[in-house]
C-alpha cells in the first residue's frame, strides 16, 4: 500500500467510534498502514485509540490534531477541513496535540508521527474531511431516530441537526450519547467543493490571540513546582571530550545547586536560568579536542570535490547524455557548492525531563514526538506507558526539530538531578552544535546545439546523506531520493538526462540533518541556476528558454508566465538593477518567482522586489498560503545572501545573530504573492517558497552586474574586481 492510496477517498477504515465512558461521542480514523489498536479503554481516556474528534455534550467540539503547529498555520487549516465536513465554525473548535504514538497519529504519507516535508494538508485533506463528515452524518441519523423520521430529510447546520419540514432543532450536545450507539457507515460522502463555505477561504489564525496575550505555551514556558534549570556547554571541537571543569567556582555562584558532567559535555543546575550561566562561565571548562582538532572547510569541501570526480549511483538515466553531450556543438559545465546551514529557530532548543523510578515526563517542543518517545524508551530502559511526551507548540521547527538530540541530553541530564529540570541551549550552543543542513558539492553538464538549445543534461550531486541515517529504508540502489529530487524529477524536457548521486560524509561528529525542504531546497537552486546559464549562453531570453521545455508541464509553465507577467518582465530598469526568474516543482506544488534586485557600487545586493506565482491545488486557507510564501522567501533570501556555516580547527566559527545573520526588517523587499486557483489535489506550501527564491535571486544579480553566482552564500561575490 502506497501514500496514494493512503490518501485516497476510496480507502475504508478511517473511522472507528466508541461511547466514551463519561457519555459523547468520539470519532476518529484509523489509516490502514498503522492499524494496531491499543487498549485505552481502562485509562481515563474515554475514547478508542484513533480518536482524532471529540464532542462533549455542551456541544463542544475538541480535535486532536496529529501535526503539530509550529508557525505553518496547521492549528488553523486542519480544523478547517474537519470543520467544513461537521458543519460547526471553526472558531469554536478547541485544538489539542496528539499524544506521542507512531501507530495511531502515523502521517499517512510518511508512515510516522512526524510533522514535516509539507505534507500536513496532503496527507490530512480526505482523511480529517472524511472523520468530519462521518461525525454529522451519525449526528443526523441520531436526531432522526429520536424524532422518527427518515435522516435524509434533516440536515447538520452550524452545530445542531435541523428537520427540514418542522424546523425542529437539536444542537449536537444533546445528540451525542445516542450517536455513540450508532453503527459507524463504512461509507460517507464528502462535500463537491462548490459546496465548500469554509474551505478555500481566507480565515485567521486560531493561535494568533494565544501568542498576541502569552497564554500560548511553548516548551520554554514549562514550570514545574521544585524545577531546576540547566545550562549546558558540549565541546566546541566536534568529537572533542570534557577534560576538566573547576566545580567549586561553578557552585560558589549563588543559586547554583550542582554540576553535570558527561563525556563530551557539561551542565550547570541552579535555582534560575541566570545562575545556570553565571555558574557555567565560572566553571570555565577544558576540553579534550580529539582527532578533529585541525579539520576546516579545506579539508570538507576538498573530499567533497574529488568524491564528485567518481560516477555515482544513478538516479536517473534517460537516453545517452555522454553521448549526446559529446557529440553537440557546445558543452557547457558549471560547479555548484551550497554551506552548511543552521536553523536558528527562534524558540532556543530546550526540554523539561523529570525523571522518577516510575517513568519519566518529557516536555518539549517536537515535530517527532514517536520518535522521540521510542529513543527515550531505548535510553532509559523504560515501557512506553512510562515515557509520556507533553508536546508544545514550536517557536520555530525548519527541520531542527524532527531531532530528539535535545531531549537526549535533557534526559543524560536529569538521570543525574533529583526533580524536574530544564535544560536551555544558549543561543551560542544551539548555532555551533545544530544539526546542520549538508553541504553539497554539484557538477552539471549539458550539451547543446547550434542554436544554444539544450540537448543534453548530466548532474552529478554529491554530499551528506540525512536519508540514511534517517530512513535507511528509503535508499534503493545506493540513491538517496531526496538529495537528488530536483533533478531526478526534472520539470524541463531535455531529451537526453542522467543523474547520479556520490554520498560524501563530513568528518565523524558532524552531523547532517533536513532544511525546510532539503531536497528540494538545495536541487531548485543548482537547476534552476544552470538553466539560467543555459539561457544566457543562448542569448535567449531566461523566461522563454524555460517555457521552450515545458510544453508537458503547463502548471509548471503557468506560474512561470504569472509570476514574470505580474513582475513587469522585460520591462527595462535603472542600472545597478536586475530581475530573476525561477520555478521550484515539489512537495506537489509549482511555484514560479522573480525577483528584483539592487546592486550597489561597492557590490552590496538588496532585494527589491518579489514576486510569487503558487499553484499548491486545491487550497485550504488562502491567508496560510501567502503566510507561507512571505515566510519562506524572507527565509531563503536570508540563507542565499547571508547563511553560512563554516568549521576552523575543528569547531564552527559562527555563534549568534552577529555573525549568522538573518534579513532584517529594513532589508526585507516588497512580496507580493499570487494565487492560482486550481481542482488538483492539494500540495505542500511550507518549503516551496525558500526553495524558489534563492536561484531568482541569483539570477537577478546576473541580471544586474554580469557576475554568475555558483556558490552560496552570495556575500560580497557581486563586488566588481
Same mark, same amino acid.
Given at each position: ?110 508512515? %510516522? ?7 500536513? %494538508? ?64 463504512? !461509507? ?22 494565544? !501568542? ?64 545556570? !550561566? ?99 524508551? !531505548? ?15 514550536? =517557536? ?50 549539458? =550539451? ?61 561528529? %558532524? ?159 516588497? %512580496? ?50
Amino acid at each position: 500500500m502506497n501514500a496514494r492510496d493512503l490518501a485516497s477517498p476510496s480507502r475504508r477504515r478511517f473511522v472507528t467510534a466508541t461511547a466514551a465512558l463519561g457519555g459523547g461521542l468520539l470519532l476518529g480514523f484509523g489509516l490502514p498502514v498503522r492499524g494496531e489498536v491499543r487498549d485505552t479503554l481502562t485509562t481515563n481516556a474515554p475514547f478508542a485509540p484513533n480518536a482524532f474528534l471529540r464532542i462533549d455534550r455542551a456541544g463542544k467540539v475538541t480535535f486532536v490534531s496529529p501535526m503539530i503547529e509550529m508557525g505553518q498555520g496547521t492549528y488553523t487549516s486542519l480544523p478547517m477541513l474537519v470543520a467544513e465536513e461537521l458543519e460547526v465554525d471553526v472558531d469554536r473548535v478547541a485544538v489539542e496535540h496528539a499524544p506521542a504514538d507512531d501507530k495511531v497519529y502515523a502521517n499517512p504519507l510518511i508512515g %510516522i508521527q512526524m510533522t514535516g516535508a509539507s505534507t500536513a %494538508i496532503r496527507g490530512m485533506y480526505v482523511p480529517l474531511r472524511r472523520a468530519g463528515a462521518t461525525a454529522r452524518v451519525m449526528l443526523v441519523a441520531a436526531a432522526a431516530q429520536r424524532w422518527k423520521v427518515d435522516p435524509a430529510t434533516c440536515r447538520a447546520e452550524n452545530g445542531a441537526v435541523v428537520h427540514a419540514a418542522t424546523g425542529r432543532r437539536l444542537g449536537y450536545g444533546a445528540l451525542v450519547d445516542a450517536a455513540a450507539k450508532l453503527p459507524v457507515p463504512e !461509507k460517507v460522502a464528502l462535500k463537491e467543493p462548490a459546496a465548500f463555505r469554509l474551505v478555500g477561504k481566507a480565515h485567521r489564525r486560531l493561535d494568533t490571540s494565544g !501568542k498576541v496575550n502569552g497564554s500560548a505555551r511553548f516548551g520554554i514556558d514549562t514550570r514545574l513546582p521544585g524545577m531546576k534549570f540547566a545550562v549546558l556547554a558540549q565541546s566546541p571541537v566536534f568529537g572533542g571530550k570534557l577534560a576538566s571543569i573547576d566545580e567549586a567556582k561553578a557552585k560558589a555562584v549563588p543559586g547554583v545547586t550542582q554540576v553535570v558532567r558527561l563525556d563530551d559535555a557539561v551542565a550547570v543546575v541552579a535555582n534560575h536560568t541566570w545562575a545556570a !550561566k553565571q555558574g557555567l562561565a565560572a566553571a570555565a571548562p577544558q576540553w579534550d579536542a580529539g582527532p578533529n582538532a585541525k579539520v576546516s572547510m579545506t579539508d570538507i569541501v576538498g573530499q567533497l570535490a574529488r568524491a564528485a570526480e567518481k560516477p555515482g549511483a544513478v538516479a536517473r538515466n534517460d537516453g545517452d547524455a555522454a553521448r549526446a553531450i559529446a557529440g553537440a556543438a557546445k558543452r557547457i559545465d558549471a560547479v555548484y557548492e551550497q554551506p552548511f546551514l543552521a536553523h536558528a529557530t527562534m524558540e532556543p532548543m530546550n526540554c523539561t525531563v523529570h525523571l522518577t523510578t516510575d517513568g519519566c515526563d518529557i516536555w518539549v517542543g517536537t515535530q517527532v514526538p514517536g520518535l522521540t518517545q521510542a529513543a527515550m524508551m !531505548k535510553l532509559t530502559g523504560l515501557k512506553r506507558e512510562q515515557v509520556r511526551i507533553h508536546n508544545h507548540l514550536l =517557536g520555530g521547527g525548519f527541520g531542527r526539530r524532527l531531532e530528539f538530540d535535545g531531549t537526549v541530553r535533557a534526559v543524560q541530564i536529569a538521570q543525574h538531578v533529583r526533580g524536574p529540570v530544564q535544560v536551555i541551549w544558549p543561543r551560542e550552543e544551539d548555532i555551533q552544535h545544530d544539526m546542520y543542513r549538508p553541504y553539497y558539492y554539484d557538477r552539471v553538464t549539458a =550539451g547543446v546545439d547550434a542554436q544554444g538549445k539544450a540537448v543534453a543534461w548530466s548532474h552529478r550531486i554529491t554530499g551528506s546523506s540525512i536519508v540514511a541515517r534517517y530512513i535507511p529504508a528509503s535508499i534503493k540502489n545506493g540513491v538517496d531520493p531526496d538529495a537528488v529530487e530536483s533533478s531526478a524529477n526534472l520539470p524541463y524536457g531535455f531529451p537526453d538526462i542522467h543523474v547520479d548521486w556520490v554520498r560524501q560524509e563530513p568528518p565523524s561528529g %558532524i552531523q547532517t540533518t533536513w532544511w525546510r525542504g532539503v531536497g528540494v531546497t538545495r536541487g531548485t537552486f543548482v537547476v534552476e541556476s544552470f538553466v539560467d546559464e543555459l539561457a544566457a549562453s543562448a542569448k535567449h531570453d531566461p523566461l522563454a528558454y524555460r517555457i521552450a521545455f515545458l510544453d508537458k508541464n503547463p502548471r509548471a509553465r503557468a506560474v512561470l508566465q504569472l509570476a514574470a507577467e505580474r513582475s513587469g518582465w522585460g520591462k527595462p530598469l535603472p542600472a545597478g538593477q536586475g530581475r530573476g526568474i525561477a520555478l521550484c516543482t515539489g512537495f506537489g506544488s509549482f511555484i514560479g518567482q522573480v525577483v528584483q534586485v539592487s546592486v550597489g557600487k561597492d557590490g552590496a545586493v538588496s532585494p527589491v522586489h518579489v514576486w510569487c506565482a503558487v499553484d499548491c491545488g486545491l487550497q485550504v486557507n488562502p491567508d496560510t498560503i501567502r503566510a507561507q510564501m512571505e515566510s519562506g522567501i524572507i527565509f531563503g533570501l536570508s540563507a542565499a545572501l547571508f547563511g553560512e556555516i563554516t568549521i576552523k580547527d575543528g569547531r564552527v566559527e559562527q555563534t549568534n545573530f552577529g555573525d549568522y545573520r538573518v534579513l532584517r526588517i529594513s532589508e526585507a523587499p516588497r %512580496i507580493d504573492v499570487h494565487l492560482v486557483n486550481s481542482t488538483e489535489a492539494p500540495g505542500g506550501i511550507g518549503e516551496p517558497g525558500t526553495s524558489c527564491v534563492m536561484p531568482a535571486l541569483t539570477n537577478a544579480i546576473f541580471a544586474a552586474t554580469g557576475r554568475r553566482i555558483r556558490k552560496l552564500p552570495v556575500g560580497d561575490q557581486a563586488r566588481v574586481a
